[in-house]
């Protein structure tokens, strides 16, 4: 036996050595160790050194912390029970307060606005930095919430039981640990728990593999077990599907960030719901079961198109039969970008050539019928909030040049005004926006939105900063931003929005074709845009930049190690950058079913052509790029950017280099480390390429 031990550990040490031999740079995973801090602390100070001796970045500074500070900024509702809730921070609230007002008065323009949780207040008084994620009510009367409240920012936060009457945390209330996963209420006294309950009870990934059910008063590691998945799994998370008075416990076990599998649980049996292993239901409304396709389903020797919208009776499918029913099949042109559910209709959010168009549905007579709802063209439009009590919701349209505006709508009749808009932040009649098109290096035409003054010269000098994403498909849509206004359009820079495969813009099909072994229809699908802007002269790779963060801080890490004759700027956001590492660290192991799998000599071979860590060569003239990220990225190991600026820097390369020691995935908590965030990002894109 102990011979056994001492050779496991022997190859334990040694695989260890081979990969500390691979990568000297291996050191920087270490998230708070001493050496790692000291290059972290270096790196920042020589960093906001230089760029805030630039000469405007003071100037950008105090516009973006005024933009982020407005009062004019929209107070967007979260309707629960008789009350509109609503998270809010200003330059008196640096890490806000969750506060409420009568539904009925905020409707009618005069909320009158309770204070209930002071994140501030409860930061100082527990000496910790303090992030509010969120809040879980008890229906229907929303007495009760679950708080969530994360370290500097983390994915992993804690879940504390708080009364909205007494505006306190309840004593001995529930309590939850920090970890990721989720929690919500089932009654008074029971919640349904996804979370990290101890030894081997999370999987690799760093999600829950267990749901439980715990009643009030025993103790956590007590509560009943109602699922468990793998330990090789993306994760398993429960919850309730509410139709009408009727509730239905449901578990969703995923196996991949794209494959799972959901169960009903009824009478003490668990049930699995016998729906392709690609879909998630996301709405039960009418006793229909509302899902979308991610590829073609045959049903009663019907097939349902990928990316369609479909319906099935769920007491029927809990008896293990088959009715469905088409809701709406997009077309080559249009997907499906949001869904949501009012007391009796269901809304549907699309694209159409990546701009929104709303549509309710009713299901009438055993089928469904949309109506297109009158809303603002060629822009965005997002639901923001709709509650089981009423077909009263509200959504936001905007575009590049039109301040975002909040509509107050009714879903059963049809009915839409504008109820606040945000304020003009720059002078939005001196630009334009055209969409183009490139060809990718396998023909496929990439639409794309530049943004740009209507006196625009196309002589190739032009600023210009391409952002794009290309993953998970999550589509970039036309958005308004007040800080680009002021220290991008309005400095001279032309914006360009790139919706690249990998994103859903056009639905499954363009995100699955940018899969695995297809990833590199992503970067190519970049590298096109570039080139489509140089050869309208209207920038030069002088003169162009880039910027991405998370999965588009990879695009963007590729983009400049590939081509780096196209960029002369890069700023590279909380980044994904050693592709034969990720799935070791943090949650990447839940990205598999994007990337692939480094650890498989298969999947790693396509992997390494791409993966920006790995070809990095020496004698190259690269673009000084500028690496962003978090100490508190509990999602994005920061040691991606770290290994990335440290090898970068020891083949002689100049780089910029800046670490929040707060803010998690986002990158920032608070409004003043947002507005630094800015001033630094801007600057270094207008000293580079001005």
């Given amino acids: 036996m102990r011979k056994n031990i001492f050779i496991a550990a022997a190859l334990l040490l040694l695989t260890h050595f081979t990969i500390a031999q691979e990568d000297p740079y291996l050191w920087l995973e270490d998230v708070n160790g001493k050496k790692a801090m000291e290059f972290v602390n270096t790196q920042n100070k020589e960093t906001l050194d230089k760029l805030s001796k630039e000469e405007e970045y003071q100037s950008i500074y105090e516009q973006c912390l005024d933009i982020y500070n407005s009062p004019d900024k929209i107070a967007y509702p979260k309707t629960r029970g008789e009350y509109v809730y609503n998270f809010w921070k200003d330059e008196n609230h640096i890490r806000g307060i969750w506060r409420r007002s009568l539904k009925t008065k905020y409707i009618n323009g005069n909320p009158e606005w309770e204070t209930l949780l002071d994140i501030d207040k409860i930061s100082k008084n527990d000496a910790v930095k303090w992030v509010f994620d969120g809040a879980d009510g008890l229906y229907p009367d929303y007495d009760r919430f679950m708080i969530s409240l994360s370290k500097g920012g983390g994915d992993a936060a804690i879940k504390k039981e708080f009364d909205v009457k007494t505006k306190s945390f309840v004593k001995d209330g529930f309590y939850i640990e920090e970890s990721k996963g989720g929690v919500s209420y089932l009654d008074k006294n029971t919640l349904l728990v996804s979370s990290n309950f101890g030894d081997n009870t999370m999987t690799k ?196 040049l039109t301040p975002t505006t909040l509509y107050n709508a009714n879903a059963h009749d049809h009915t839409l005004t504008p109820f606040k808009s945000l304020t003009a932040y720059f002078d939005g009649t001196k630009y334009e926006v055209q969409q183009f098109k490139s060809k990718s290096k396998d023909g496929t035409l990439i639409p794309y939105f530049m943004v740009s003054s209507k006196n625009l010269k196309k002589n190739g000098k032009n600023p210009t900063l391409i952002y794009g994403y290309g993953g998970f498909e999550s589509s970039e849509t036309p958005f308004y931003s007040g800080t680009y206004g002021k220290s991008w359009l309005e400095r001279g820079g032309v914006f360009v929005l790139a919706n690249i495969r990998g994103g859903g813009e056009f639905g499954p099909k363009w995100h699955q074709a940018g899969l695995k072994e297809k990833r590199q229809n992503v970067y190519d699908d970049f590298h096109s845009v570039a080139e489509d802007l140089i050869s309208k002269n209207i920038t030069s790779p002088k003169h162009l930049g880039i910027r991405g963060g998370s999965n588009g801080g990879l695009l963007v890490g590729v983009a400049f190690t590939q081509r780096p004759d196209l960029y002369n700027a890069v700023v590279c956001t909380v980044p994904l950058l050693d592709m034969k590492r990720y799935n070791k660290l943090l949650a990447g192991a839940s990205w598999m079913g994007e990337y692939g799998d480094p650890d498989k000599p298969e999947e790693w071979e396509y992997i ?83």
Avoid at 637 to 650: C, F
């Fill in 205 to 400: 990934s760093g999600y829950p593999r267990q749901v439980k059910l715990w009643k009030r008063g025993t103790p956590l590691k007590e509560a009943k077990l109602l699922h468990e998945g793998e330990v090789e799994d993306l994760g398993s998370f429960g919850y309730s599907l509410r139709d009408g008075d009727q509730k239905y416990l449901m578990v969703s076990q995923f196996f991949t960030f794209y494959t799972s599998q959901t169960f009903a649980l009824i009478d003490n049996q668990k049930i699995k719901l016998d729906i392709p292993n690609d879909c998630v239901p996301t709405s039960l409304l009418h006793n229909q079961l509302i899902f979308q396709l991610k590829s073609d389903w045959e049903v009663n020797q019907k097939t349902y198109k990928q990316g369609s919208l479909v319906s099935l009776n769920f007491k029927k499918l809990l008896q293990g039969k088959k009715e469905i029913r088409l809701i709406l099949e997009p077309n080559e042109f249009t997907s499906i970008e949001q869904t949501r559910t009012t007391k009796n209709k269901y809304l549907v959010n699309t694209l159409n050539n990546v701009n929104s168009e709303l549509f309710v549905y009713s299901f009438v007579e055993d089928s469904w019928v949309g109506k297109k709802v009158k809303a603002p063209d060629f822009g965005s439009i997002y639901i923001h909030d709709s509650s089981r009590s009423s077909d009263q919701f509200f959504f936001t349209f905007r575009n590049f």
């Fill in 608 to 690: 390494k052509k791409y993966s920006p860590y790995h070809n990095l060569k020496k004698d190259t003239k690269y673009p000084e790029v500028f690496f962003y990220t978090s100490t508190r990225d509990d999602r994005v190991h920061p040691g991606h950017a770290r290994k990335m600026a440290a090898k970068m820097i020891d083949m002689g390369y100049p780089v910029y280099f800046y670490e929040n020691t707060e803010g998690g995935h986002g990158g920032s908590s608070t409004n003043e480390q947002r507005a630094r965030s800015s001033a630094m990002k801007f600057n270094y894109l207008l000293k580079k390429l001005k």
